[in-house]
């Protein structure tokens, strides 16, 4: 479904470089409830990205970051 309307929108657009900057808010969906680049994540996955995401800022900070 995220995927499907990730296309939509972006075909709707006629910008393909939508689906990449597109977010699905999924409000009946039990867990996660977010949509990107045609996919749903898991609460799981937002936390294991964000993590990922907060260790390569920390990584490039350096020693003194």
């Known amino acids: 479904m995220v995927e499907r309307l990730t296309h939509l929108v972006a075909d709707a657009a006629g910008d393909p470089s939508l689906f990449a900057r597109t977010w699905v808010l999924l409000t009946e969906a039990p867990d996660g409830g977010w949509g990107l680049e045609g996919h ?5 996955e937002l936390v294991a990205a964000a993590r990922a995401q907060i260790a390569s800022l920390q990584a490039g900070q350096g020693a003194g970051g």
């Open 40 to 44: 749903a994540n898991t609460n799981a």
